[in-house]
């Protein structure tokens, strides 16, 4: 399906639904990193080239999520020079307190438990061909980054954002911009936990294959059972089975 992305890359750029559904996903890929700090303040992006083969786009699909990233103030350009990440201190319209402590990651999964297996329920009742499309090529990516034995937390985050908007319930996506960089601590150790010889990527990818078929097939019980299983997988191989007191 990624080659699929590249080789009908004019035939997206011919089609505005299309090409405004792929720009959005790499617009959230960006944005994750900026949130996250991958892109610091006055970091210079990769070039439109660099990023278009990077996510397996056209430039056009490229130079329109960075249009939005730019019309939101996230970055700005250098005549000659390229787009920069623009310091922002503006804050949150819904924020949650930092990660601070392990406790706090453990509170997040707690959190998320709460929220996602529903957004999954909900994306499978109320998915489109738009939606389905937009999570697949996330899959697509996740499969790439496996395949280089890397673990990517802004797609992995862009994933779980996928559902969340599938379950055409802004609530849902709110709560999930608002956590990004809280997810992002913990998707960091993960990643970290899955490097090895026991083959702890491939799993993950299974997990979120088998998420991203049961929303497009419609298996709404399904769906929020292998969301709610994965979830729970993440935070006990994080945690390595062993679980705070967090009633201490």
Same mark, same amino acid.
């Given at each position: 399906?990624?080659?699929?992305?590249?080789?009908?890359?004019a035939? %997206?750029?011919?089609?505005? $639904?299309?090409?405004?559904?792929?720009?959005d996903r790499?617009y !959230?890929?960006l #944005?994750?990193r900026?949130?996250?700090?991958?892109?610091?303040?006055?970091?210079?992006?990769p070039s439109?080239k660099?990023?278009?083969d !990077? %996510?397996d786009?056209s430039?056009?699909i490229?130079?329109?999520?960075?249009?939005k *990233?730019r019309?939101?103030?996230?970055i700005?350009s250098r005549q000659?020079a390229? /787009?920069f990440?623009?310091l922002?201190?503006?804050p949150?319209s819904?924020?949650f307190p930092?990660?601070?402590?392990?406790?706090?990651?453990?509170r997040?999964y707690? %959190?998320r438990?709460t929220?996602?297996?529903e957004?999954?329920y909900f994306?499978?009742?109320?998915?489109?061909e738009?939606?389905?499309n937009s999570?697949?090529r996330?899959?697509d990516l @996740?499969s790439?980054a496996t395949?280089?034995?890397?673990? $990517?937390?802004?797609? =992995?985050f862009? %994933?779980h @954002?996928a559902i969340a =908007?599938?379950?055409n319930n802004h609530y849902?996506?709110?709560a999930?911009?608002?956590?990004?960089?809280?997810?992002?601590v913990?998707?960091?150790?993960?990643? *970290?936990a899955l490097?090895?010889?026991?083959?702890? #990527?491939e799993?993950? *990818?299974?997990?979120?294959?088998v998420i991203?078929e049961?929303?497009?097939?419609?298996e709404a019980?399904?769906?929020?059972?292998l969301?709610r !299983?994965?979830?729970?997988? /993440?935070?006990?191989? *994080?945690f390595?089975g062993?679980? #705070?007191?967090? /009633? #201490?």
């Amino acid at each position: 399906m990624m080659s699929d992305v590249k080789q009908a890359g004019a035939g %997206f750029d011919d089609e505005p $639904r299309h090409r405004t559904l792929f720009a959005d996903r790499v617009y !959230q890929l960006l #944005l994750t990193r900026i949130s996250n700090g991958e892109y610091a303040p006055d970091h210079k992006l990769p070039s439109e080239k660099e990023l278009s083969d !990077q %996510f397996d786009v056209s430039r056009p699909i490229v130079r329109e999520a960075l249009e939005k *990233l730019r019309n939101e103030g996230l970055i700005y350009s250098r005549q000659g020079a390229g /787009s920069f990440v623009r310091l922002r201190s503006e804050p949150r319209s819904l924020g949650f307190p930092p990660v601070e402590t392990i406790a706090d990651i453990q509170r997040c999964y707690e %959190f998320r438990l709460t929220i996602e297996p529903e957004a999954a329920y909900f994306a499978a009742q109320r998915r489109n061909e738009a939606a389905v499309n937009s999570i697949g090529r996330v899959v697509d990516l @996740l499969s790439n980054a496996t395949d280089q034995q890397r673990h $990517r937390e802004d797609t =992995d985050f862009a %994933f779980h @954002l996928a559902i969340a =908007d599938a379950s055409n319930n802004h609530y849902y996506s709110s709560a999930m911009q608002a956590l990004r960089t809280h997810i992002a601590v913990g998707m960091k150790l993960h990643g *970290l936990a899955l490097m090895g010889p026991g083959r702890g #990527l491939e799993k993950v *990818l299974g997990e979120h294959r088998v998420i991203f078929e049961a929303i497009r097939d419609g298996e709404a019980e399904t769906a929020r059972t292998l969301m709610r !299983q994965h979830l729970e997988g /993440s935070r006990d191989r *994080l945690f390595e089975g062993r679980m #705070l007191d967090l /009633s #201490l």
